[in-house]
């Protein structure tokens, strides 16, 4: 598949953003790239040490470290809770519309010492026995309150609770996502550096060889002591290279052991990934509907709007009823027939007049946060475009990379193989061996390195894409649904009667009306401002009242 670069321009004014670059499209050459036909009369060439032993069969594999990590990992398992707590917001909120009830239990006990006339007002024979007085009492309360309509302020949070729901799950969602690059990308580095350190490690060995030929050369009479020194320096440098391809390895396995938990085993080959675009029209047609960040920004704008609702509902009048049942007698000696039994009802009608501007700055405070979040919305779309973009041009470049460093693979491994050869009937010199040496190997460590780019520049585009998801890529793996603990915070308490007292409080309730959002005017004339002379002097802050309320400024 013959894939495009991607320039900016067109697809920043597909989308209606400003272009940022002139430049729209480069196309791939059609003709097939090949070495020269003078080489296919000519055998492969067969290098010294070629033929090593094979690799250790593949015990591991990437979609066991998905599964593994996605049972295993704390951070995306603290994440899954985060969104636990958060749809717990809708049981909160629908619980403003259902009955409570609640037992209340209160006794006392009165010591008194009687006044003149209190003691005047009492029998003779109290008096004389006790001349103090002492009561105890006992009361219980059963009440239920069951409100009739909150002024639209359970219908406003209800749906604010399952906006930000939403939002969570697709911040869940996208944290999977780049979870899933990180493993993906760690997983590649693994391999790439265990074959890297085994390249290394090959060019060592086939340095140390080198040098041991130009020795006995060097005592046969035939080179020098400098030969000695060119093949002693390339010899050292290589496994200064070696040990970095083992810090390297090292660093890899513990990227992968932070994100799966345990050490990588033998690893198979990276799966080819599914749902890759064709092209990048369908790339960004697939992250417009798709993108989590971008549904998450949609799914915020529309809780903050319920919010602005929500705000109103506050001056809105309210309604419950409540049923009151409780005794009252006294406590000692206790006796259930001296206690009078009470039942009442009563519905009160609460109508807010005066909030002291409370009511009007929530809502202010509720729309400027709409504007907010709604502004988010194209700020997040531009981020999504870019990161399209980039990945999209990451793939194609480590794709073009790869299959002229196949070919340069080929081309070294034959101009190797011939100045070897050329070196040893005298036709070359010790440099042009090691140079030639050199370049084959760092051939071989470049092409895993752009193997490895274009992997997970695919994994980088499906994540924009929205498509990067432990569903798509494992089969029949358990998969958590969140779906189903925010059905469990709903049901949470529900009642029969829920319907009709939610039907109620959604009659008259206020909608969510977002202001304009304010911008300034593009100026067509705008010039920059020639520098000042001088020395400028730093405004005071105590002066120009900064974080000062108004009026406060000459206090």
Known sequence: MMLPILGVSKRLLFY??????????????????????????????????????????????LAAAIAETF?????????????????????IALSGIRPT???????????????????????????LNDPHIQRDNVATQLVIDQPITTGGRVRSAVRAAAATSAAGREALRGAEGDLLVDLIAAYSDVRRDRRSLAIRGKNVRVLEATLDEIVARRDAGELTRTDIAQ????????????????????????????????????????????????????????AESANPDLARAVANERASRARIAAARAEGNPQLSIQGVAGTNGPAVPFDQREHDVTF??????????????????????????????????????????QGVLNAWNQWVTAARNLEAQTLQL????IYYE????????????????????????ETEVALLASKRDRYVAQAILLRHMGQLEARQLLAGAPILDPAEYTKRAARRGA????????????????????????????????????????TVQPRSLVKHGVNQLPGEEGQ
């Open 71 to 91: 049972t295993s990992n704390p951070v995306l398992a603290a994440q899954r809770y985060d969104l636990r707590a958060t749809d717990d917001e809708i049981g």
């Open 344 to 385: 009442t009802g009563r519905a009160t009608l609460t109508i807010p007049i005066v909030s002291g501007g409370r009511v009007r700055s929530l809502v202010a405070q509720a729309k400027n946060r709409q504007s907010a979040d709604a502004l988010r919305i194209e700020a997040t779309r531009r981020q999504m475009v």
């Open 231 to 286: 093949a002693e320096t390339q010899l050292l440098a290589a496994r200064v290279q070696h040990n970095a391809a083992e810090a390297q390895l090292e660093a890899s396995q513990a990227a992968f052991v932070a994100i799966v938990g345990r050490e990588p085993g033998n690893l198979a080959e990276e799966p080819d990934l599914p749902g890759l675009p064709v092209s990048a029209d369908e790339a960004f047609a697939i």
């Open 410 to 413: 080929k081309a070294a491994r």
């Open 16 to 61: 209606g953003l400003p272009a940022l670059a002139a430049v729209s499209w480069f196309p791939v050459a059609a003709q097939e790239q090949r070495l020269n036909p003078v080489h296919d009369a000519y055998a492969d060439p067969d290098l010294p040490f070629d033929h090593q032993e094979g690799e250790t069969p593949p015990d591991d594999s």
């Open 418 to 441: 011939g100045t070897f050869e050329e070196y040893r009937e005298g036709l070359r010199s010790t440099f042009d061996v090691l140079y030639a040496q050199n370049s084959l190997r």
């Open 101 to 127: 009830a609640q037992m209340q239990v209160s006794g006392n006990y009165d010591y008194i010492l009687p006044g003149s006339i209190t003691q005047a007002g009492r029998p003779l024979s109290d008096q």
């Open 495 to 534: 009642l029969p009667s829920d319907a009709l007292f939610r039907a109620i409080d959604s009659l008259g309730a206020p909608m969510a009306r977002p202001q304009r959002i304010e911008t300034p005017a593009p100026a067509t004339d705008a010039v920059l401002l020639p520098p000042r002379a001088g």
